[in-house]
T-cell receptor, first 111, second 113 residues
């Protein structure tokens, strides 16, 4: 069945460091891909999405490119801030609309 | 405007009891989803409503779990004969229609003792 695999955390970085959180997927058909973020004490929020191959989603300085050839959707940011500390989830939907989720990656940014 | 709301925010119950969890979606959203999230894991799909009907209930773990959405708005997730393994955060999401972004509520943390 469809699945999402993302890198295990926690990922600990210093402020202004570059970030990459890896995400790969297995899906039949043509999935839409998402990154959600969960800040401490808050609910899940959509960070960015891409609905077809080669699309790039971007928001709040984060980017991810839908790579069909490598079945990947890695999350990147050039310079992280303390406020980016959160848990990040990669997810996909296919034709039945339900979201299939990765296990989440906790990101810790130190000042 | 108001987002998705869920009540209660926390529920502690004894093994074997019955519980109801409520979700109020964003007004006008026709699609409603329930997910369950265990500690350290991503959410797991339970059931999806389009309007009043359950369009996909393939994620419900067994027949102790049931959900309704009688008027196409508020939904209630019902769990009978709760077990300790049911302890998790139950998340509700809604979307304008199934092809659109899902907006999540804050969740209900269920603890079965």
């Amino acid at each position: 069945g469809d699945s999402v695999t993302q890198m295990e955390g926690p990922v600990t970085l210093s402020e202004e460091a570059c970030l990459t959180i890896n995400c790969t997927y297995t899906a039949t058909g043509y999935p839409s891909l998402f990154w959600y973020v969960q800040y401490p004490g808050e609910g899940l929020q959509l960070l960015l999405k891409a609905t077809k191959a080669d699309d790039k989603g971007s928001n709040k300085g984060f980017e991810a490119t839908y790579r069909k050839e490598t079945t990947s959707f890695h999350l990147e940011k050039g310079s992280v801030q303390v406020s980016d500390s959160a848990v990040y989830f990669c997810a996909l939907t296919t034709s039945n609309y339900q979201l299939i989720w990765g296990a989440g990656t906790k990101l810790i940014i130190k000042p | 405007g108001a987002g998705v709301s869920q009540t209660p925010s926390n529920k502690v119950t004894e093994k074997g009891k019955y519980v109801e969890l409520r979700c109020d979606p964003i007004s006008g959203h026709t699609a409603l989803y329930w997910y369950r999230q265990s500690l350290g894991q991503g959410p797991e799909f339970l059931i999806y409503f389009q309007g009043t009907g359950a369009a996909d209930d393939s994620g419900l773990p067994n027949d102790r779990f049931f959900a309704v959405r009688p008027e196409g708005s508020v939904s209630t997730l019902k769990i009978q004969r709760t077990e300790r393994g049911d302890s998790a955060v139950y998340l509700c999401a809604s979307s304008l229609n199934p092809n659109y972004e899902q907006y999540f509520g804050p969740g209900t943390r269920l603890t079965v003792t």
